[in-house]
């Protein structure tokens, strides 16, 4: 198993385990090969594992309307995916296909919660690792929404520079 913890090792969702860690963790994860175009889920399908990406490079897309798709992200080697299916059965917020040939590593839903159980400080390094995931996505998300913001109002020719006296807003 040792290609395996090296692999592990770059994965920053695991930076915080050790070797010995990285070995007991390494065969409770399952290896899938996915061919490029695949999809590996669709938006809208059953939530249940989280995807470590080995090797290919996979986009992040949302529906739109009609037949268009927003690329929301993209995925290559040490990334990681998927990661609200750990913690709830909601649905996919997006949809996730591969670009290139790939090999991902897929941590099920199942076998997480049962390494919280039974192995209660690898949960919690993972946990604060995901956290940190959480909160990175979250900020760029809300500079997405804002960009996007402007530049409706921008479109529909709203001058944002006016309005921001009314909200007492400065910048220095």
């Known amino acids: 198993m040792a290609d395996a913890s090296d692999f592990l090792r770059t994965v920053s969702l695991f930076q915080d385990l050790d070797d010995e860690t990285l070995a007991a963790l390494a065969p409770m994860l399952v290896i899938k090969a996915a061919k490029a175009g695949e999809a590996i889920f669709r938006e809208l399908d059953r939530s249940d ?17 009609g037949e268009t798709d927003i690329v929301l992200t993209r995925f290559y080697s040490g990334d990681f995916f ?27 839903r199942d076998v997480f919660h049962s ?4 192995r209660p400080e690898i949960g919690a390094r993972l946990c604060y690792r995901l956290v940190t995931v959480f909160i990175q996505r ?4 809300n500079e997405q929404a804002r960009e996007a913001v402007r530049w409706g109002l921008e479109a529909t020719g709203f001058s944002a520079s006016n309005e921001s006296e009314s909200f007492n807003r400065r910048s220095t």
């Open 138 to 141: 979250l900020r760029a998300t």
């Open 49 to 65: 594992a989280l995807y470590v990406v080995e090797k290919g490079q996979l986009a992040a897309s949302k529906y739109v309307s």
């Open 115 to 118: 390494l919280l159980n039974e």
């Open 82 to 108: 998927g990661e609200m299916g750990l913690f709830d059965a909601e649905p996919r917020s997006a949809s996730v296909y591969c670009e290139d040939d790939a090999i991902l590593w897929k941590l099920d």
